[in-house]
């Protein structure tokens, strides 16, 4: 798959409001048609990195912020490869989790809930460049849609 076109805006302002038009106030829908949501708050943590490597996001990456649009254009890829997330303090991959990579080492973390209607929500976690975890990412489990309702019950 050829990579999307990086977007270029103005500047943190222009990316932040890009990312609450299209991805807050928009409707966001995976291939399997799960609507996925995103909060404001989100910005931050997609779209920072820690300058001392200490976890702590303080710097605006216009790296990470060009790849804005890849979020959609992951989540809607036919070809786009599924895994499920791991948590740390389970030690171990969960089904209500996914990673899902499209174009090279260019993860969207997603996380699973139930509405009340007993269909499945998303909930945008982070987006990422993979370059140091794509090899374990890679062999996760597969996340299917099927084992994550099962691990919900429904």
């Avoid at 609450?20 to 920072?48: M, P």
């Amino acid at each position: 798959m050829p990579l999307p076109a990086l977007r270029t805006l103005a500047d943190e302002a222009a990316y932040r409001q890009h990312f609450i038009d299209q991805y807050v106030r928009g409707t966001i829908l995976t291939r399997d048609g799960i609507r996925v949501y995103f909060g404001a708050h989100d910005f931050a943590h997609a779209f920072y990195e820690s300058t001392r490597r200490d976890g702590t996001k303080d710097a605006f990456s216009l790296a990470r912020a060009q790849r804005i649009d890849w979020i959609s254009k992951t989540l809607l890829e036919p070809g786009a490869d599924w895994y499920q997330g791991y948590l740390k303090v389970k030690k171990a991959y969960e089904p209500t989790r996914s990673a899902t990579v499209a174009y090279g080492d260019f993860v969207v973390v997603l996380g699973f809930g139930l509405r009340r209607d007993n269909s499945i929500k998303a909930k945008f976690i982070t987006c990422y460049h993979a370059d140091n975890s794509i090899g374990k990412i890679r062999t996760s489990p597969a996340w299917t849609l099927a084992d994550c309702r099962s691990a919900f019950g429904v």
